[in-house]
Nanobody
């Protein structure tokens, strides 16, 4: 079983910065694509940024040039550096990691998406 631990949310003034982290832990797995989603009150969850296992990133248009996604494969951790934050960035942010895992002895391969519990980012005007 794999667990995701998020950190880094909080309250910041408009124009400020925050850095989110999400670390995957467990046994016998590799992390494939990793990403961050967000959900504001009354809105649908949307993909903010994603990064492949080879480091290719893509972003929601509204965060391009302000947010940067990165990953440390040795630590199975994905980061989201958020600069020039705006009030409309206020939301719960969730990390999502696609995992390939296997059982003892290399059997029973599986592929599954895992979600973090979410971390709240609040940007005041």
């Amino acid at each position: 079983q794999v667990q995701l631990a998020e950190s880094g949310g909080g309250l910041v003034q408009a124009g400020g910065s925050l850095r989110l982290s999400c670390a995957a832990s467990g046994e016998r797995f590799v992390a494939n694509d990793m990403g961050w989603y967000r959900q504001a009150p009354g809105k649908q969850r949307e993909l903010v940024a994603a990064i492949t296992d080879r480091g290719v990133a893509n972003y929601l248009d509204s965060v391009k040039g302000r947010f940067t996604i990165s990953r440390d494969n040795a630590k199975n951790t994905v980061y989201l550096q958020m600069n020039s934050l705006k009030p409309e960035d206020t939301a719960d942010y969730y990390c999502n990691v696609n995992i390939t895992g296997w059982g003892v002895g290399g059997s029973n391969y599986y592929d599954m998406d895992y979600w973090g519990k979410g971390t709240l980012v609040t940007v005041s005007s």
